[in-house]
């Protein structure tokens, strides 16, 4: 008789696993165990990722805006300005006295004049009295010598009266042109009892009151008397040469600049010199650039701040959970199952101050633009990068901890 005797197979306990559905699981409970300190750990995060995209938000409505502006306004400026090249010691004005009418003729010109800063002689003021003294603000109140072109080419919006115009200019009448708040300084409510302003001893009608100018606000500050009643009793300009102002149509300021100086002084060019719009392309970057660098370099340090707040959070509950850590590593769990847990948990804690940053920023946004009437412009990259970006954030701030975690021996963590 043959016996068949089959040895007894030893079980072998298989290989620990942990499904992504149960690692996520512990990450979700982890967070919401402690939901208040888990709301405050991803505020860091939340502001640097709320920066993050208000900055681009902002940066790119603001270069938006400045396009719709610059090309609405500075695209069509030029302003010439009297050099006098090397005869400056002894010509002090380089302009023909129809210096208006020559730039007008150039196609693309809308209004052009010719305007300086008037000196007057010591102890002459600005007042609307022929006697008494003039209080400070009135006193340093700067006279303008302006050609009827540079109230066409600035633009101004009249409250009351008008501008000066060439019968006035060739007829050297003694009118003037001043801003609302300098009338309100000197008591000027109304035109209709054809007040007067004394520049000095020499009266002045006022005709028109401005409250604002599309081109050169200055000129609200200033009173503006005709050039060439400005040139007959002061005479020709003395601190400062004069300026000329051009307004043109879209897309003629580049041309019109490369012309003004032939057309206005043929026989010597060389005494004006042209200042053309700057590239508005130019122009948008270096202003999206500067606000960029500044306000990204605020998202950076918030992000930074959020990812030392994950840390320091993660580290604490490395340490709390030890008994549980020596637990899990008691029934099978491997080190880096450990180590992908809290990497978990910091990612959903970055993950969530990411989602809640971006519903921030893009707020902040429609907010600012709402608020200023402009047109909000993000960009879908930016939304969609936001989120991973605090994501990318919780996980790095989650390295240590969990490497910490990892190590933990389950003897000891057991004895604790």
């Not at 002894?90 to 302009?95: D, E, I, P, T």
């Not at 006697?131 to 340093?140: L, M, P, S, T």
């Not at 003694?174 to 302003?197: D, E, F, K, N, Y």
């Not at 700057?278 to 500067?290: F, H, K, M, Q």
């Amino acid at each position: 008789m043959k016996l068949n005797f089959t040895p007894r197979r030893t079980p072998v306990a298989g290989r620990s696993r942990l499904a992504a559905r149960d690692l996520l699981a512990e990450a979700v409970a982890g967070v919401l165990q402690r939901p208040a300190r888990s709301a405050l750990t991803s505020l860091g995060t939340v502001l640097g990722v709320g920066a993050f995209v208000a900055v681009l938000g902002l940066t790119g409505t603001a270069a938006s805006q400045i396009d719709t502006r610059f090309n609405a306004l500075s695209a069509t400026e030029v302003t010439v300005e009297d050099t006098g090249g090397r005869d400056a010691g002894r010509v002090a004005l380089s302009f023909p006295k129809d210096a208006d009418a020559r730039m007008e003729r150039l196609n693309g010109t809308e209004a052009a004049g010719v305007y300086w800063k008037v000196r007057l002689d010591p102890g002459q003021t600005v007042r609307s009295s022929p006697i008494g003294a003039a209080n400070g603000a009135v006193a340093r109140t700067p006279v303008v010598a302006a050609s009827p072109g540079v109230l066409a080419a600035a633009g101004p919006h009249f409250t009351q009266g008008r501008a000066y115009d060439t019968f006035h200019d060739s007829g050297r009448q003694r009118v003037a042109v001043i801003g609302s708040s300098i009338a309100a300084r000197l008591g000027i409510h109304t035109l209709r009892t054809q007040p007067a302003v004394f520049i000095g001893d020499t009266p002045f009608t006022v005709i028109g009151i401005m409250d604002d100018v599309r081109r050169k606000p200055d000129l609200l500050l200033s009173v503006l008397v005709p050039r060439t009643t400005a040139e007959h009793i002061w005479g020709q300009p003395k601190d400062e040469r004069a300026r000329m102002l051009v307004s043109t149509r879209l897309g003629a300021a580049t041309q019109i600049a490369d012309e003004a100086p032939l057309a206005l002084r043929p026989d010597h060019p060389e005494y004006l010199r042209p200042i053309p719009p700057p590239d508005p392309r130019a122009l948008r970057t270096a202003v999206g650039d500067d606000l960029g660098q500044l306000f990204l370099l605020l998202a950076v340090v918030c992000l930074v701040i959020g990812a030392v707040g994950i840390a320091n959070t993660t580290l604490v509950a490395v340490m709390e959970r030890t008994g549980e850590i020596g637990l899990r590593r008691a029934l099978g769990a491997r080190s880096r199952h450990i180590t992908v847990q809290f990497l978990t948990e910091s990612g959903a804690l970055g993950l969530l101050g990411g989602v809640v940053g971006t519903s921030v920023g893009t707020a902040v946004v429609v907010a600012v633009s709402a608020f200023r009437e402009w047109t909000p412009v993000i960009a879908p990259l930016t939304l969609a990068a936001a989120p991973a970006l605090g994501l990318a954030t919780g996980l790095l701030a989650g390295l240590y901890p969990a490497w910490r975690a990892s190590r933990v021996p389950p003897a000891e963590a057991l004895r604790r």
